[in-house]
């Protein structure tokens, strides 16, 4: 079965650094790729990058690239999202999910809630 | 501002049948596979149709897609108060190299 467990709900200040997780399991990790999509409050998905596990190579939406980072450790089968400074607007709930093929997502984790205050 | 148009919420009674649009472009959905997601509120989206009018394993067949030039429809039958919740179209931007979503549509069930 495959599934995709995110680390837990951040509290953080305004330029702060953050880098949360979302490890893979019940399927080969260097085989698909992983994306990010954040949810900011009361808002739509708005998708910010993948990464292909396999040679660790990102692909970022022009909206989130230069701001977030996107990584992944093929010996932990775990994908990251790092973020160097963080701002206030980047309170959201950001969840990792597996595509097949370009568009699709089948596969989601369950979302970890970022909180940052000025 | 997304550049896959919804209506921001639709609503039928249970039983009826409901439409929720998605317009976009030829970078788009003019060219590229439509996917629709169901989110409850607090928890991940879930995929109900992928290639514009598949539906996974396990969705029942009263949600359906299509898709005709550059938008694409999702429909559902026979509907329950268990179907409140947003719907979300996405897809392929061949201009932007990013996956775009709609802004998303609010079902209710009254």
């Known amino acids: 079965e495959v599934q995709l467990v995110q680390s837990g709900a951040e509290v953080k200040k305004a330029g702060e650094s953050l880098r949360i997780s979302c490890e893979a399991s019940g399927y080969s990790f260097p085989s698909y790729w992983i994306s990010w999509v954040r949810q900011m409050p009361g808002k739509g998905l708005e998708w910010m990058g993948r990464i292909d596990p396999n040679d660790s190579s990102a692909k970022y939406s022009p909206s989130f690239q230069g701001h977030v980072t996107i990584s992944a450790d093929r010996s932990t089968s775990t994908a990251y999202l790092q973020w160097r400074s963080l701002k206030a607007s980047d309170t959201a709930m950001y969840y990792c999910?597996?595509?097949?093929?370009?568009?699709?997502?089948?596969?989601w984790g369950q979302g970890t809630l970022v909180t940052v205050s000025s | 501002q997304s550049l896959l148009t919804q209506p921001p919420s639709v609503s039928a009674a249970p039983g009826q049948k409901v439409t929720i649009s998605c317009s976009g472009g030829n970078s788009n959905i003019g060219n590229n596979y439509v996917s629709w997601y169901q989110q409850f509120a607090g928890t991940a989206p879930k995929l109900l149709i992928y290639?514009?009018?598949k539906r996974p394993s396990g969705i029942p067949d009263r949600f359906s897609g299509s898709k005709s030039g550059t938008s694409a429809t999702l429909g559902i039958t026979g509907l329950q108060t268990g179907d409140e919740a947003d719907y979300y179209c996405?897809?392929?931007?061949?201009?932007?190299?990013?996956?775009?979503f709609g802004g998303g549509t609010k079902l209710s069930v009254l």
């Open positions: 290639d514009s009018d």
């Open positions: 996405g897809t392929w931007d061949s201009s932007l190299g990013a996956v775009v």
């Open positions: 999910a597996r595509p097949e093929g370009p568009e699709v997502h089948p596969y």
